[in-house]
């Protein structure tokens, strides 16, 4: 039924030819009262007015259902029943009883054309008309059992095809608004991947190119191995951006320290970090999650702080909500680059972290700035200190 567009107008012309195809194979039953303009014995000024009036009525039935759509008013549609129904009316009333059978095109275009509540009571309401009318036509309490059941179940079956094709359209929207949603999700989650990549990588980088810049006079050796680190460490670069964009990017806790250590070490800022923090109780995603914290971390410290100092902690805790491992990273800069309004990096880091089911705190402390990241850990975990370099 959804190939035809019941409740929607048909917008191509295959839709158009198979509505119409559909809308006519209904009009068999109109026989009833086509028989009784021909062989009825009525005269010939009756005969063309009845004639008249039929063709009127197809037409209106046929643009009605034909037509309806989402661009038309409930009003509309609601006057062009009651239209088609004192039609019937007015036909049965002054030709007899054949023309009953009109009831049922006006149920079955009710439940077509109206919404699911409406339609109900339009069809009692048609259903109720037809009653009085054969009860008024001389012999037409004998034909109203035999249509009085086919103008309900015509007119409730429409209206549930009505609402079942309704809720495919709607389906089918729900599904394209699924998919882009999935798309802005994939869009985002490459934004975090690359700017905590690059941003890392590339202040790494310039660092180094600094360092370099300084070694070339009097120092053409160590010049030459700060270049050669730039080599690597933009190779990786190259490699971890085509893992995020692959989707495969998990960075392990375990090399993100390692790099923090190389990084801040070229800043010329004194590191502190735990000697063995590999977690074992935690799943991939959550250690992910502390990796991307740790390494955004260490970028904000180098480019924005000005710190001396800089200490990384790794600790198992137990709190009330169960063990969780706890990543801190403080140092004894100005922090400005999270003071305020959250930036992109750790509003990222945020929604890593949350999905993780974690948290993020960013605070000033005494002597500088403050950032920690919690995951939950597995039931292995223990209130101990994994590493700490105080």
Same mark, same amino acid.
């Given at each position: 039924m959804?190939?035809?567009?019941i409740?929607?107008?048909p ?13 006519g ?7 009833a009262p ?11 000024g ?5 004639w ?49 059978v009109l ?9 077509a ?7 109900r ?5 048609n259903a ?7 009860l008024a ?9 035999d ?16 609402q079942l ?15 882009q ?11 975090r ?16 190119s ?30 971890d951006?085509?893992?995020?964009v ?22 010329g ?11 074992t ?7 992910s999650?502390?990796?991307?914290? *740790? ?7 180098v ?8 200490t ?5 805790r137990?709190? *009330?909500d169960?063990?969780v491992?706890?990543?801190?990273v403080?140092d ?22 949350e ?5 993020l705190e960013?605070?000033?402390?005494k002597?500088?700035f ?7 850990s597995?039931?292995?975990?223990a ?8």
């Amino acid at each position: 039924m959804s190939s035809v567009g019941i409740g929607q107008r048909p917008t191509t012309p295959k839709r158009r030819v198979m509505k119409s195809l559909w809308i006519g194979v209904w009009l068999v039953y109109l026989g009833a009262p086509v028989g009784d303009l021909l062989h009825g014995g009525h005269s010939t000024g009756v005969r063309v007015l009845g004639w008249l009036g039929l063709a009127v009525f197809v037409a209106w039935y046929a643009a009605l259902v034909f037509r309806t759509g989402r661009g038309e008013t409930t009003r509309m549609v609601v006057a062009s029943l009651g239209l088609l129904a004192a039609q019937s009316a007015v036909l049965t009333l002054s030709l007899g009883r054949e023309w009953l059978v009109l009831f049922v095109y006006v149920s079955t275009s009710s439940g077509a054309a109206l919404p699911l509540r409406m339609s109900r009571w339009a069809i009692a309401a048609n259903a109720a008309l037809m009653s009085a009318v054969a009860l008024a036509v001389p012999g037409g309490r004998s034909l109203l059992a035999d249509l009085l059941v086919p103008a309900l179940l015509g007119g409730a079956a429409m209206a549930g095809v009505r609402q079942l094709v309704r809720t495919t359209i709607e389906l089918r929207e729900a599904r394209a608004t699924v998919a882009q949603l999935a798309a802005n999700e994939e869009r985002l989650r490459l934004a975090r991947d690359l700017h905590d990549l690059l941003g890392h990588s590339l202040s790494l980088i310039t660092l180094k190119s600094e360092l370099a810049g300084r070694m070339l006079p009097a120092h053409p050796e160590n010049a030459a191995q700060q270049v050669a680190d730039i080599e690597r460490v933009s190779r990786q670069a190259l490699v971890d951006v085509r893992e995020a964009v692959s989707g495969y990017r998990r960075p392990r806790l375990a090399g993100e320290l390692a790099g923090a250590q190389v990084a801040l070490t070229a800043a010329g800022i004194t590191a502190t970090l735990p000697a063995d923090a590999a977690p074992t109780d935690v799943d991939e995603e959550a250690e992910s999650a502390l990796a991307w914290t *740790l390494r955004e971390a260490v970028t904000n410290v180098v480019r924005h702080s000005g710190a001396r100092r800089c200490t990384v902690e790794v600790l198992s805790r137990q709190t *009330l909500d169960g063990p969780v491992l706890e990543l801190s990273v403080e140092d004894d800069g100005r922090g400005d680059g999270s003071s305020g309004t959250p930036g992109n990096g750790l509003t990222g880091l945020a929604e890593r972290l949350e999905k993780a089911g974690g948290s993020l705190e960013a605070s000033r402390v005494k002597h500088g700035f403050r950032l920690v990241a919690r995951v939950p850990s597995g039931p292995r975990a223990a209130p101990a200190d994994v590493g700490s370099g105080s």
